[in-house]
């Protein structure tokens, strides 16, 4: 008998962040799981380049302060296109007339 949400399953994915080997569960596409580590790999070097000492610890908290940085920019800009958005449906709406 088929279990519903059987596409649901988590998969093992293997990844490396700043030298350090993880393996991760991931409903989705290991493909995806494994660019995302390495796009935190690459920023967490980056940081580490730029940083005297390096401790792996600061350099997490860096980058975890850079991605909310990012996250917040992305939620800045959401909210202005959503009512840009809400403004020319109005209009439109107003163009249009009553009725349409």
Request: glycine residues 6%.
């Amino acid at each position: 008998m088929a279990v519903d949400g059987a596409s649901n399953e988590k998969k093992l994915v293997r990844v490396t962040i700043f030298q350090q080997p993880y393996t991760l569960r991931s409903s989705g596409e290991p493909g995806e799981t494994e660019a995302l580590a390495d796009a935190v790999d690459s920023l967490m070097n980056q940081i580490a380049s730029r940083s005297a000492g390096s401790d792996p610890s600061r350099v997490a908290v860096l980058a975890c302060l850079h991605l909310a940085d990012q996250v917040k920019q992305l939620e800045r800009d959401y909210e202005d296109l959503t009512a840009r958005i809400s403004e020319l449906d109005a209009r439109l709406s107003s163009l249009l007339g009553p009725g349409l």
